[in-house]
């Protein structure tokens, strides 16, 4: 059973995540999206609700799980058995940083990072672009999932 870890904020989910997500299913039997709780990283939308983009936009896809995790990457991959962190890469300032995570993990244990390079078209998508986007009264629908409703009776954080 070849399972990834997907971690990331999710804040929110984009179409460059769904993408990277749909297109790693063929390579693992299992794909674990992992919302990174961090205390210190003050986010627009609530767990919960990163959470539910996320389920809803895979709802009919079995292989992908969606949960929330905290503490170490690398320990959270063993605590739920995935071999493999996924990630993606847009562009060589997502390579430098990811490379010296993924060199960290493999220091501190024997998973492997499997990185997919973005789809052209969704390469420039970012979760803070989107986040500014709303913020700013734009039309965001067009860059995220479109399980990614903002609700008229929840305030989202005005970051
Ligand atoms: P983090 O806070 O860990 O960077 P993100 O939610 O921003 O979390 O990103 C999670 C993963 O998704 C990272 O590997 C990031 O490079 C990747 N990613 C973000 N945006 C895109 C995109 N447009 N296309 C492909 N991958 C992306």
Redesign the pocket.
Known sequence: MKRAL??????P?????Y??IHRALDLFDEIVVAI?VNNE?NCMFSVEQRKEFIEKAFADEPKVKVTTYQGLTVDFCKEIKAQFI?????NPA?FE??KAIAHTNRTLSKIETV?????AK???????IVRDVIRNGGNYTVLVPESVKLDKNVNYKKL
């Open positions: 997907f971690p990331g904020s999710f804040d989910i984009t179409l460059g995540h993408d990277i990174g990283k996924l990630r993606g890469l847009r997502d940083f990811e990185f997919l390079l973005t789809a969704t390469s420039f998508i970012s979760s803070s």
